[in-house]
């Protein structure tokens, strides 16, 4: 199984802020609608495909395997009088995850470019806000309250491209371009989730090539709104039969896990939100191991999935999780070129065993 560059790119470049997935929900749908009995949008934004197992099934056999569509970006919180952006987050993560440059002002008439800045360095105590982040001065950590975006409009043009309160802010298109490091590695912004995403796509098309079909019904999601709290993986987890989730991630790599950037996919046995099912664990790390690809186990902290979400919240009676092995997770994001095709050698097997 070869990496679909081009998929990931155009993925990549596709703007999916949470709760405004649309065009990222175009290209999945589009993508998985000819490898599986069934897809639709459901009414939390997720898009759904069914694989229809061999056999009758009880409700609660079915299998759901998740990918979210949205990734971190920012909101409007207020449009200053000089036509400048005052921002938030939406999702977790610090203006430095970001870094100062261009963003797409997702207008709800139209799309325009700024540019996060945090002003000039070239400062005294006059300009506050500047200097108390300055290393050699303030030492505060770069927040929310330092940063704006520039746009470059007035406030009448900004209203008239429906930018208000609430409209949301991605890093812009330029920014999220491929990038070959090393050999062996890739690098680009928004690997989450769009790097699971691909493999949760590959692996449908691996499956209708090869005409693998599962014992039990097989439900395929790309959902909505992870980043705030897995809003749609729980409605999937809720709405569709079931008693199997496992997302796919990006997962950390860092020495307090033990896992690595180089090393195989990476099987979770809990996270901040719940302790994942060890007998599904212990699955996904035989299937990995048998592949020959050393998977790595992790006790993660810090970390949720939609998988967790649900079984947190009982929408699920058991959970998995299974990670792409991610450099610089919520930041500037690298993975081993062959992780993508990995995981989805692991997810077609798992889902063939159903």
């Known amino acids: 199984m070869n990496l679909d560059r081009e998929l990931l790119q155009e993925l990549l470049w596709a703007y999916g802020p949470s709760g405004q997935e649309d065009a990222v929900r175009d290209i999945c749908l589009r993508e998985l609608a000819p490898c599986v009995d069934k897809s639709w949008v459901d009414a939390a934004g997720n898009v759904v495909g069914l694989i229809r197992g061999s056999v009758a099934a009880e409700s609660n056999s079915a299998l759901r395997v998740m990918a979210h569509m949205d990734e971190l970006s920012m909101l409007v919180k207020r449009v200053n009088p000089d036509g400048s952006l005052h921002m938030s ?47 050699d001065q303030g030492d505060k950590a770069l927040d929310w309250s330092h940063v704006y975006v520039f746009t470059g409009h007035t406030t009448d043009e900004l209203s008239a491209a429906g930018v208000q309160p609430g409209t949301r802010v991605c890093i812009e298109s330029s920014k999220r371009t491929l990038v070959e490091v090393g050999a062996d590695y890739l690098g680009s912004y928004f690997m989450d989730d769009r790097a ?42 809720h709405s569709l039969p079931g008693g199997v989730t496992v997302a796919l991630e990006v997962g950390p790599t860092e020495a307090e896990y033990r896992t690595t ?48 979400h649900a079984k947190a919240t009982g929408l699920s009676p058991k959970a998995g999780l299974l990670c792409v092995p ?29």
């Open 89 to 135: 987050q939406l999702g977790t993560m610090y203006p430095a995850n970001f870094g100062l440059g261009p963003v797409a002002i997702l207008g709800n008439h139209q799309t325009l470019c700024g540019v996060l800045s945090v002003g000039s360095e070239h400062t005294t105590k006059e300009s506050p806000g500047i200097w108390e982040t300055k290393p």
């Open 196 to 237: 699971p995403a691909t493999a949760l796509l590959q692996a449908a098309r691996a499956l209708r090539a090869d005409g693998r079909q599962p014992a039990e019904d097989v439900y395929l999601v790309f959902t909505s709104s992870e980043e705030i709290g897995g809003v749609g993986g729980s409605y999937a987890s």
């Open 261 to 308: 950037v180089s090393g195989g996919p990476i099987v979770a046995y809990s996270d901040a939100e719940c302790v994942y099912d060890k007998g599904l664990a212990d699955e996904l790390m035989n299937i990995a191991a048998g592949l020959g690809l050393s998977p790595q186990p992790a006790v993660l902290g810090a970390f949720e999935s939609d998988a967790s």
């Open 326 to 354: 991610t450099l610089s997770t919520h930041g500037y994001e690298v993975i081993a070129r062959d992780a993508i095709p990995a995981l989805v050698d692991v997810v077609v097997e798992f889902v063939a065993r159903v």
